[in-house]
């Protein structure tokens, strides 16, 4: 595939490997999931230019996905400018989309587990459980309805548990005795070292366990893949952006896409920014 200019993107493709298949074209990359085609961020075009055309790429995506109930668009051109025909895209019910692409710029600064936490890599079946009840419980936090959100996040982590065995990334727990307080995803490929939906219970907020999930993704990263470039997809400017900068990640681009949902739903939280999975992160 010829390279994406953006690392943000190059994440992308890196952590679905093995669950999606990328289409390469002179003009555009399609990314397929097809064991997920209700996976908004996992079924899109990325276009090569920054040129937005509402109806050209509106069209483009409905030909690369006849199927499709949502439409989302992204442009493979970091430090884009905000253009005018995004306004055409808000009126054609499109929401607008800028994410910030963190990169680690300088020596990790560690941070060492909170008092009475282990973190561990989550293995069994009722530690997945949690994970997924509290992937949930944010999602409920953000307004998500909770029936329609447990099918969401149950399929996204059937197949990131896939990927887990295969050895293409490690999803790590933050536990207070038997209880998961936290959770964070790291995945390694192509070059990059992608963090997935960084989460804390509400009760155990505030207390450095995000950090400290940070930190032992970075080693997993460091022991899988020294050479890997360890990229977060992240408001720089919120409470978890501001903790990823104390741990040395730097903004280094900010990417702009816009998706149209299905009719009537609602953006599942973890589906909030351009490089998803991303983040409904909750220090």
Request: hydrophobic share 45%.
């Given at each position: 595939?010829?390279?994406?200019?953006?690392?943000?993107?190059?994440?992308?493709?890196?952590?679905?490997?093995?669950?999606?298949?990328?289409?390469?074209?002179?003009?555009?990359?399609?990314?397929?999931?097809?064991?997920?085609?209700?996976?908004?961020?996992?079924?899109?075009?990325?276009?090569?230019?920054?040129?937005?055309?509402?109806?050209?790429?509106?069209?483009?995506?409905?030909?690369?996905?006849?199927?499709?109930?949502?439409?989302?668009?992204?442009?493979?051109?970091?430090?884009?400018?905000?253009?005018?025909?995004?306004?055409?895209?808000?009126?054609?019910?499109?929401?607008?989309?800028?994410?910030?692409?963190?990169?680690?710029?300088?020596?990790?600064?560690?941070?060492?587990?909170?008092?009475?936490?282990?973190?561990?890599?989550?293995?069994?079946?009722?530690?997945?459980?949690?994970?997924?009840a509290l992937q949930v419980e944010t999602g409920v936090e953000a307004g998500h309805v909770r029936e329609d959100y447990l099918r969401y996040v149950r399929r996204r982590f059937a197949n990131r548990r896939?990927?887990?065995?295969?050895?293409?990334?490690?999803?790590?727990?933050?536990?207070?005795?038997?209880?998961?307080?936290?959770?964070?995803?790291i995945f390694a490929a192509d070059g990059v070292a992608r963090f997935q939906d960084v989460e804390t219970r509400a009760s155990h907020r505030?207390?450095?366990?995000?950090?400290?999930?940070?930190?032992?993704?970075?080693?997993?990263?460091?022991?899988?893949?020294?050479?890997?470039?360890?990229?977060?997809?992240?408001?720089?400017?919120?409470?978890?952006?501001?903790?990823?900068?104390?741990?040395?990640?730097?903004?280094?681009?900010?990417?702009?896409?816009?998706?149209?949902?299905?009719?009537?739903?609602?953006?599942?939280?973890?589906?909030?920014?351009?490089?998803?999975?991303?983040?409904?992160?909750?220090?």
């Amino acid at each position: 595939m010829n390279a994406l200019r953006s690392i943000g993107l190059r994440s992308e493709i890196a952590v679905l490997r093995g669950l999606s298949v990328v289409e390469d074209y002179a003009d555009r990359v399609v990314l397929r999931t097809p064991s997920e085609p209700d996976f908004w961020f996992g079924n899109m075009v990325i276009f090569r230019e920054g040129r937005v055309d509402p109806i050209a790429n509106i069209a483009r995506f409905r030909a690369d996905f006849p199927e499709a109930r949502h439409v989302t668009l992204v442009w493979d051109a970091p430090g884009m400018a905000a253009a005018p025909e995004l306004d055409r895209l808000r009126a054609e019910g499109f929401e607008i989309d800028h994410s910030d692409v963190l990169t680690l710029g300088q020596a990790l600064g560690s941070a060492s587990c909170p008092a009475g936490i282990v973190i561990r890599p989550v293995a069994r079946e009722a530690e997945w459980e949690q994970v997924v009840a509290l992937q949930v419980e944010t999602g409920v936090e953000a307004g998500h309805v909770r029936e329609d959100y447990l099918r969401y996040v149950r399929r996204r982590f059937a197949n990131r548990r896939l990927q887990v065995a295969e050895g293409w990334g490690c999803w790590f727990g933050a536990f207070d005795g038997d209880l998961l307080v936290g959770d964070l995803g790291i995945f390694a490929a192509d070059g990059v070292a992608r963090f997935q939906d960084v989460e804390t219970r509400a009760s155990h907020r505030r207390r450095g366990i995000c950090a400290a999930l940070v930190t032992a993704g970075l080693d997993w990263a460091a022991a899988h893949d020294p050479a890997a470039l360890p990229v977060i997809i992240a408001d720089a400017e919120s409470e978890a952006g501001r903790i990823y900068r104390r741990c040395g990640f730097v903004q280094c681009e900010t990417l702009i896409g816009a998706y149209r949902p299905p009719d009537g739903a609602k953006r599942p939280a973890d589906q909030k920014s351009i490089a998803s999975p991303p983040f409904s992160q909750s220090p």
